[in-house]
Each structure stands twice: as structure tokens, then as C-alpha cells.
T-cell receptor, first 114, second 111 residues
């Protein structure tokens, strides 16, 4: 049973471009969470999704950021018109049921905006 | 305001020694307390999860304690190994299912 997979592991974008981060949850997990970790800071919750539904997006900036978890395929975190402040590690986690269950984290995508 | 504070920020110990990491949390309502280990460049890996009714939980050489009255938790590492070098993150879950992360304690085990 493969763990949570994220790709790409490293992504470099110029200011103004779009960044698209992918997350494939563990097999059998239908709940996905996205977190952002700025350098020297703790993880911050961004969004919680179930298949085809956004359950909680209270941690996600209102502009430029969006997330989806379609019926088929990975979850996608999309950042439009990236700025330098978006440079961070973005982690995805999955769980078999809701947030009261253990979350399994992927290796992260390190986004660098130049 | 929901908050998790950890101490120390960083710690260096000699291989084979024990150490204890501290966590104070202020979340309401409280659901459970988690400890994660995060190696450099990797995602966090769960060590323990404790509900308010549990005082202690062990996972190999890692033992976590929880005092729900004082809202404090600790992670004790016994007989440290070089592979224990990592950041240890304390996470409190609220009754509304949100996870509040501490900034971590960076542990370096020196040979």
C-alpha cells in the first residue's frame, strides 16, 4: 500500500505564473488535507476535502488559491499568479475518515517563486 | 485564540542520552493531542495520539504524556539514536476537528 504521493517534489515558478500541486491519497482514503509550511514556521491548515466536496477551506487565502478533489484522479492545489510570498513547502495528508482519525502526510512539494 | 507552544526551540544531546520535549496548548474545546516527527525535507510522521482521558502513551522509545488539567504534554525520548535527529511537532485537535500545530522542537543527536 503506497503512502501519500505528491508531485512534483520541487516546483519553480516565476512571479505571475500558475502553480499546480498534485496529491494522491493512500489507497482507501477519501479525505484529503492541504497544509502550508513557511520556512522556520509550523504547518498551517489550508483546506480539507472529500471526494468532490470542499469541507473546510477556512485556512486558504480567498484569492488566487483553489483546491479540488475530483471523483477520479488526484487532489489538486492551484495557485494562480504566484508571488514570492507563496514560496513554501506544501504538504498533503489523507485519512480514511474524518479529521478525528490519524492523518498520513506526503513528502511535500517545495514551491519556489523567483 | 487556539495556540500550541513548544519548548525548547532546539536541543542538542549526545547519542544514548534521554531527553524531554514540552508542549503547552490552548485550544477549546479540546479533542486530542498528537506528536509528529518530521525529518528534514520530509512530511510529518505520527508518533502518538492521546485523547483527554489518556495520561500516557508509548511508541517504542517515545513516550508521550498528557495533563489535560494544566494543558501540558511532553514527549520523552529514551536512549537517543542519531536517527532521532528531526523536528518534533506537537499538535492539538479542537472539538471542531481543526488541527493546531506548534512550531516544533528541533532535536540534534550528536555522536
Amino acid at each position: 500500500n503506497a503512502g501519500v504521493m505528491q508531485n512534483p517534489r520541487h516546483l519553480v515558478r516565476r512571479r505571475g505564473q500558475e502553480a499546480r500541486l498534485r496529491c494522491s491519497p493512500m489507497k482507501g482514503h477519501s479525505h484529503v488535507y492541504w497544509y502550508r509550511q513557511l520556512p522556520e514556521e509550523g504547518l498551517k491548515f489550508m483546506v480539507y476535502l472529500q471526494k468532490e466536496n470542499i469541507i473546510d477551506e477556512s485556512g486558504m487565502p480567498k484569492e488566487r488559491f483553489s483546491a479540488e478533489f475530483p471523483k477520479e484522479g488526484p487532489s489538486i492545489l492551484r495557485i494562480q499568479q504566484v508571488v514570492r510570498g507563496d514560496s513554501a513547502a506544501y504538504f498533503c495528508a489523507s485519512s480514511p475518515q474524518d479529521r478525528n482519525y490519524e492523518q498520513y502526510f506526503g513528502p511535500g512539494t517545495r514551491l519556489t517563486v523567483t | 485564540k487556539n495556540q500550541v507552544e513548544q519548548s525548547p526551540q532546539s536541543l542538542i544531546i549526545l547519542e544514548g542520552k534521554n531527553c524531554t520535549l514540552q508542549c503547552n496548548y490552548t485550544v477549546s474545546p479540546f479533542s486530542n493531542l498528537r506528536w509528529y516527527k518530521q525529518d528534514t525535507g520530509r512530511g510529518p510522521v505520527s508518533l502518538t495520539i492521546m485523547t483527554f482521558s489518556e495520561n500516557t502513551k508509548s511508541n517504542g522509545r517515545y513516550t508521550a504524556t498528557l495533563d489535560a488539567d494544566t494543558k501540558q504534554s511532553s514527549l520523552h525520548i529514551t536512549a537517543s539514536q542519531l536517527s532521532d535527529s528531526a523536528s518534533y511537532i506537537c499538535v492539538a485537535q479542537t472539538g471542531f476537528q481543526k488541527l493546531v500545530f506548534g512550531t516544533g522542537t528541533r532535536l540534534l543527536v550528536s555522536p
